[in-house]
């Protein structure tokens, strides 16, 4: 029996919240999350019939929610560069706490390292260790080589290590 594919309003409404996490991971920005959310909702919406498999909707939709999502955090960077020299300061999308409850120097200190992270490598780990994506996969979505993408992760992974263990002494 052939499974019927699922519509895109259809997704569109069930994945909405985890789309504006994935984009808050790499805009960092949760109004920036948002407007990048609906440019790809928009996007997705008008070039849904292009789509070549409807069983890879899912993967089609967070490749375009994390083009936005960049195109959204760069041009913010520039608009911002233009404004002030100083660093911009950008609220998390949501704290991360430690499993007692409260937050923890080390979750600072990991909120802080990933936000100091290249927009390609913040992407790939999001989408690798956020999203549940294996390597390739995240590859894959962002358009990258495989080895591209394994590098960018073991360099954010190497700066994360050593902010965190800089964190603890």
């Not at 909702?41 to 490749?63: I, T």
Request: hydrophobic share 45%.
């Amino acid at each position: 029996m052939r499974q019927e594919p699922v519509s895109l309003e259809a997704l569109l409404a069930d994945e909405y919240d985890r789309l504006v996490r994935l984009a808050g991971v790499i805009c960092r920005d949760p109004a920036d999350a948002q407007d990048a959310v609906q440019a790809a909702v928009e996007r997705a919406l008008r070039s849904h019939d292009q789509l070549r498999d409807p069983a890879k909707v899912r993967q089609w939709l967070n490749q375009i929610v994390v083009n936005e999502s960049i195109r959204v955090d760069q041009r913010r960077r520039r608009w911002w560069s233009h404004l002030t020299t100083g660093p911009r300061e950008i609220e998390p999308v949501s704290d991360v706490a430690d499993p007692a409850g409260g937050s923890s120097a080390a979750a600072a200190a990991l909120r802080v390292a990933f936000d100091a992270l290249p927009v390609e490598q913040r992407v790939i780990v999001g989408l690798h260790h956020y999203a549940g994506y294996s390597v390739a996969e995240a590859a894959a979505i962002t358009g990258i080589p495989l080895e591209t993408a394994r590098s960018r992760l073991r360099l954010a992974r190497v700066h994360l290590r050593h902010i965190l263990d800089e964190a603890t002494r």
